[in-house]
């Protein structure tokens, strides 16, 4: 499906300079090497998403070059092996001065400069005519980053930028999730084309073991943790039927996964592909996660074809569709019910290989699966995640510090436990459980990173620290909190 996006090198070029001298007016030309690097970077980020890598690409990173700089000279070989080192996106420096500028003047140019950086992605991920969930993802993880440094710095609210995720234009699985051993390899001479076209079926079979060490690892969940063993050992009795010559019942392996935002489900869900991948259920185990946004499309006929291609990429592993009530939630010329019927027939027709878990909040989901008697017949299974209480939305908050390199002192690790349980016990309809945990941690970083930034010469100790000080924002304070050192 071709997409609004597509540019050739000249106009990716004329894009970037007219994007990147509205910025240089507000924030000064002497910034053009970094933001040139950054976008750079950004890119290789992005293009580890896309579902190939081609000459084409290599051609469009050449064009990421403000005015008066020196043209990159990417080569193909040399792209691939850069890609395939690449990890997390992190804020340019230059960006928190701009946040605090703006928060000193009254002025949104980091704001703007999200929106612009947002408009570059999006072309650079239609080089190739398409827009993968994969690359939205990331653009949106970028503006999100971005976004959480300007509204702690206190910069004023502008208008929304673009959500990426409106302009996905197909499903396919990126080219790290393709061929990742190859493309972490860095190989000179090793023609994209090839490494994302290997057979995805030669990848090694998920790790039993290491599957279910992960599965006991999560904070709380012990009654899903006990309904996931026991669907695993339903699976292993009926090849063992199977084996011996024995009837074998119908089992249906589809799951609806009930609970509010934030209470493992999609880790559980990505889990449980690996784990039936383990044991022959299915053939790859990969796990897709959509929502209505990525399997409706605007128009009459686009949605059984947007659906199809989800499916299609979901085959060998779990189609995962959170708020699926939603698809459900239009009137009977709703384009929803059109994607559920796409997937109810694939539901039948690769019933062997293909198993869907539709996941959401629980009234909306009873209401869900009562709308369509195919729907009630397909999923038998029901799981409910319920809310993570104060001790285990705590454990959770440890386990990101030890994830990342972080410690608390000993005033930040008494204060933590009162903090999470005042969190739970304060919760109302829009609590997150651990996606507020998440939220937490990464205001933390940028408090924490305000704060060193203070210090004449940080120590070690200081880079990896939090301090009680660093939970709230400053004006929600208590006063002995705000006079810490």
């Known amino acids: ?42 890119a290789m980020g992005l293009l580890a998403r896309s579902a190939c890598l081609t000459e084409e690409h290599a051609e469009a990173v050449n064009q990421l070059y403000s005015k008066g700089r020196p043209k990159p000279t990417w080569l193909l070989w040399a ?32 704001r703007v400069f999200i929106r612009m950086l947002t408009n570059i992605l999006l072309c650079l991920a239609a080089v190739d005519d398409d827009v993968t969930y994969a690359e939205a993802e990331y653009i949106t993880e970028c503006a999100d980053k971005l976004s959480a440094l300007c509204d702690s710095a206190g910069v004023k609210k502008g208008r929304p930028g673009l959500r990426a995720a409106d302009f996905v234009t197909s499903a396919q699985p990126s080219f790290m999730d393709k061929a990742p051993a190859q493309a972490g390899s860095g190989a000179a ?13 030669e990848a090694e079979k998920p790790d039993l073991d290491a599957l279910l060490a992960q599965l006991d690892e999560l904070v709380g969940l012990e009654q899903v943790k006990k309904e996931v063993k026991s669907m695993m050992n339903l699976v292993k009795v009926r090849q063992l039927r199977k084996e011996a010559g024995l009837p074998v019942p119908p089992l249906s392996l589809h799951a609806v996964f009930l609970g509010n935002p934030g209470t493992g489900k999609t880790t559980v869900a990505r889990l449980v592909g690996g784990l039936y991948a383990a044991i022959g ?25 947007k659906t199809q291609e989800v499916i299609t990429s979901a085959l060998g592993g779990v189609l995962f569709i959170d708020e699926a009530y939603s698809l ?25 290989d293909l198993v869907v878990i539709v996941a959401g909040y629980t009234g909306p989901m009873e209401k869900f699966l009562s709308s369509n008697p195919g729907l009630e017949s397909r999923f038998n299974k029901y799981i409910f995640f319920r809310d993570y209480n104060g ?29 999470f349980d005042a969190l739970y016990a304060g919760r109302d309809e829009n609590f997150g459980n651990g996606r507020d945990v998440r939220n937490q941690f990464e205001d933390m970083v940028i408090r924490q990173a305000n704060r060193v930034t203070a ?3 940080p120590s070690k100790e200081d880079l990896v620290r939090f301090t009680k000080a660093d939970f709230l924002p400053e004006a929600e304070q208590p006063a002995e909190t705000k006079d810490l050192g």
């Open 281 to 305: 259920a299915l053939s790859k185990g990969q796990l897709v996660e959509v929502d209505r946004s990525g399997l409706v499309a605007g128009y009459v006929g686009q949605t059984a074809i």
């Open 1 to 42: 499906m071709p997409t609004q996006w597509k540019r050739s090198p000249e106009q990716l070029h004329k894009t970037y300079i007219a994007n990147t001298e509205a910025f240089y007016r507000v924030a000064g030309r002497g910034l053009a090497e970094q933001m040139d690097d950054f976008c750079v970077d950004c």
């Open 455 to 457: 210090m004449e010469a």
């Open 328 to 352: 459900a939630s239009g009137g009977e010329n709703d384009f929803g019910r059109e994607a559920i019927e796409t997937i109810l027939k694939a539901m039948e027709d690769h019933r062997d």
């Open 391 to 419: 001790a285990e939305l705590n454990a959770i908050f440890h386990g990101q510090c030890r994830k990342n390199g972080y410690e608390l002192d000993d005033e930040a690790e008494a204060y933590s436990q009162q903090f």
């Open 79 to 110: 792209l691939t092996a850069e890609v395939g080192k690449k990890t997390a996106f992190l804020p340019p420096l230059f960006f928190w001065s701009l946040t605090e500028q703006d928060a000193r003047r009254g002025t949104d140019c980091s």
């Open 189 to 201: 001479g090793t023609g994209a084309e090839k490494i994302a076209g290997q057979p995805e079926a």
